[in-house]
């Protein structure tokens, strides 16, 4: 069982940087893939980027083009994801999700996650 709990969100202007932590327990948190999602008002959720759990091999949805960052430290049990050039349309719930067996070829499914946080807001302004 991993328990999941975001930090770091809030409001920021267009342009803006930000960075999302998500603290886990458990002690097998290292063998862990780790993802980001978020979900924006009226909007189904999106994949945002994938780390596994040595940290080596990052995943990134196609509308980071090269803003965000994941990354873990296995030490702290806590996974972030570093925002950068922040839009109004990145605007959204962040939610962090782990998986046990991270496969390559599901990353971006909703379905390949077994434990959720409950999420932190996010808000740019224009």
């Known amino acids: 069982q991993v328990q999941l709990v975001e930090s770091g969100g809030g409001l920021v202007q267009a342009g803006g940087s930000l960075r999302l932590a998500c603290a886990a327990s458990?002690?097998?948190?290292?063998?862990?893939?780790m993802g980001w999602f978020r979900q924006a008002p009226g909007k189904e959720r999106e994949f945002v980027a994938a780390?596994?759990?040595?940290?080596?091999?990052?995943y990134y949805g196609d509308f980071v083009k090269g803003r965000f960052a994941i990354s873990r430290d296995n030490a702290k049990n806590t996974v972030y994801l570093q925002m950068n050039s922040l839009k109004p349309e990145d605007t959204a719930v962040y939610y962090c999700?782990?998986?046990?067996?991270?496969?390559?070829?599901?990353?971006?499914?909703?379905?390949?996650?077994?434990?959720w946080g409950q999420g932190t807001q996010v808000t740019v302004s224009s």
């Open positions: 780390i596994r759990w040595s940290g080596g091999t990052t």
């Open positions: 999700a782990a998986d046990r067996f991270l496969n390559s070829n599901y990353v971006r499914e909703i379905s390949e996650y077994d434990f």
């Open positions: 458990g002690r097998t948190f290292s063998s862990y893939g």
